[in-house]
């Protein structure tokens, strides 16, 4: 009898491989660390109208390569964490588009850094084209950056079963073998950010640090790696704020469900931590005016019983951000002092299971 779903033969992939033993939840912040996380995706000399919300121009992504030098920050690789007197960030870029990621690449050795680029291996392919060649992967890697998978073919792997299946057979032998390297299971990026917790478990067999695209910092720890997305709508000043407000990192509410599920209500343990009287979810996802990085009052959606506090996430969902958003990438946070604090670390809920049939 053939599956009834999607997800059905999704988990069904995943225990045949020995990937799946069950939900585990995702480790939360431990550590003081708090280690700053950018991502961007294509770079360009002047913007147009036509470029979408994920094109930066090079100006900017420069001075932000000077606000990192003058600020005295070091690039670092994840493995690195906890090296001492070192004030660190993890620099990324996604999709491998050639033009942006070479010129990238360029500003960043001038200006002394180093950078994950994450590739769609089912698009690296030899000679010219719009993606990073194998010799391209070659000079990143000589030049001292790090390549890495962005899944197979950059489909969304909450609900596509062959990205997830080649994902898992393919993709770090293929980055591997373009770089003319020993294929890598340090560093791995999901498609869109997408994920499940039976997902992020079984990629997390093959690689050590999962990327996503979830606001935040990390701890240094956990399998689960925050990005904050680069986009030339935000102010750069929130970015500036975040990458120097990593002092002020202090989660105080745990999540009390797997990072990635489908849940229409959430719940956290403050664990004897007063809860403030202003929460407010901070999302990269768009809202229904397609803003990012909105700051949208909890309200009428939160309860307080005890040591739990529960989020009424889809009712939160259907006002603020439409009827056709699954998903939402954020974290619980409170301004205090004025500045931004976050309650929680960066997490994934989807309100619809992304792998039923529509």
Not at 36 to 53: A, I
Not at 170 to 195: C, I, K, Q, V, W
Not at 213 to 239: E, K, Q, T
Request: include cysteine; hydrophobic fraction near 40%; proline fraction near 8%.
């Amino acid at each position: 009898m053939l599956p009834r779903s999607a997800r059905t033969l999704l988990l069904a992939l995943l225990l045949a491989t020995g990937c799946a033993t069950g939900p585990a939840r995702v480790p939360q912040p431990r550590s003081g660390q708090a280690i700053p996380v950018l991502t961007w995706h294509n770079l360009k000399d002047q913007l147009t109208e036509g470029d979408g919300s994920m094109t930066e121009s090079y100006a900017s992504f420069e001075a932000m390569l000077r606000f990192l030098r003058e600020n005295g920050f070091r690039s670092i690789f994840p493995e690195e964490a906890g090296t001492s007197g070192v004030r660190p960030v993890i620099l990324t870029f996604d999709d491998g588009h050639r033009e942006s990621a070479l010129g990238a690449a360029a500003l960043l050795e001038r200006y002394g850094f180093r950078g994950i680029f994450f590739v769609i291996p089912n698009r690296t392919r030899p000679g010219p084209g719009d993606f990073l060649s194998p010799d391209d992967l070659v000079r990143l890697t000589r030049a001292g950056h790090r390549v890495a998978p962005h899944g197979y073919d950059h489909r969304s792997m909450a609900s596509s079963v062959i990205e997830v299946a080649a994902t898992l057979a393919r993709s770090a032998r293929m980055t591997g073998e373009s770089a003319r390297t020993a294929p890598s299971t340090l560093d791995f990026a999901f498609p869109f950010g997408h994920y499940l917790p039976e997902v992020a478990e079984a990629v997390g067999q093959r690689f050590r640090y999962l990327h996503t695209v979830n606001p935040g910092y990390w701890d240094g720890r956990s399998a689960l790696l925050p990005r904050m997305l680069i986009m030339p709508a935000v102010d750069p000043a929130l970015f500036r704020e975040y990458l120097l407000g990593g002092a002020d990192y202090r989660p105080v509410l745990e999540p009390l469900f797997a990072n990635g599920a489908v849940a229409e209500t959430v719940s956290f343990a403050a664990r004897g931590t007063p809860v403030p009287d202003s929460i407010q979810i901070f999302a990269i996802s768009a809202d229904a005016e397609g803003r990012s990085y909105t700051m949208r009052p909890v309200g009428e959606n939160l309860r307080i019983h005890g040591d739990t506090v529960t989020v009424a996430l889809g009712a939160h969902m259907r006002r603020y951000h439409g009827p056709g958003r699954d998903a939402i990438s954020y974290a619980l946070v409170t301004r205090r002092g004025g500045r931004l604090r976050y309650l929680t670390p960066g997490i994934l809920n989807w309100i619809r299971d992304p792998a039923a049939p529509r």
